[in-house]
């Protein structure tokens, strides 16, 4: 478990509120694109009090080798054109289901029978939702 003051430096605060614009927002897109991830969707959370970020960003891969690809492609670019490295990342053993979490934004990337085992887009179904092509 997490210690109380880690938890609290997890709140949104009005001035870091991210958007589809921000720069690291459009880094992780286009970091999930150039490893051709399917079905990328981005919801978000911002009007939701309950979230613990403001987008999740949820992609899909056909084998383990390209979520692990698309995990680290991801992670690179964030690190080289933001500065950022993830707070957090989970999944990487057995690489059904990484998340990658930035804080205001984490990203999501599924094997196929994971994404549609978890439904992520129906259990956030009130956050708007946008494809990614």
């Known amino acids: 478990m997490e210690p109380l003051a880690v938890l609290k430096s997890r709140e949104k605060s009005s001035v870091t509120r991210l958007t589809r614009s921000s720069k690291i927002f459009k880094t992780i897109i286009k970091a999930i694109q150039d ?3 399917d079905d990328i969707i981005s919801l978000d959370l911002r009007k939701i009090p309950e ?3 403001d987008f999740f960003v949820v992609c899909q891969a056909s084998s383990t080798t390209q979520v692990k690809a698309i995990a680290d492609a991801v992670e ?3 690190k080289k054109q933001c500065g950022e490295a993830p707070y957090k990342h989970e999944g990487r053993q057995a690489l059904q289901w990484v998340l990658i979490d ?6 999501h990337i599924m094997h ?4 549609k085992f978890y439904k992520l887009e129906e ?3 009130d ?3 946008q494809m990614h092509e």
Do not use: H
């Not at 930035?102 to 990203?107: G, K, Q, T």
């Open 51 to 53: 979230a613990a970020a």
């Open 35 to 37: 490893k051709k991830g």
């Open 102 to 107: 930035y804080v205001n934004i984490v990203v």
């Open 123 to 125: 259990m956030w179904s």
């Open 127 to 129: 956050a708007v939702s």
């Open 112 to 115: 196929p029978e994971a994404r």
């Open 76 to 78: 690179d670019a964030v």
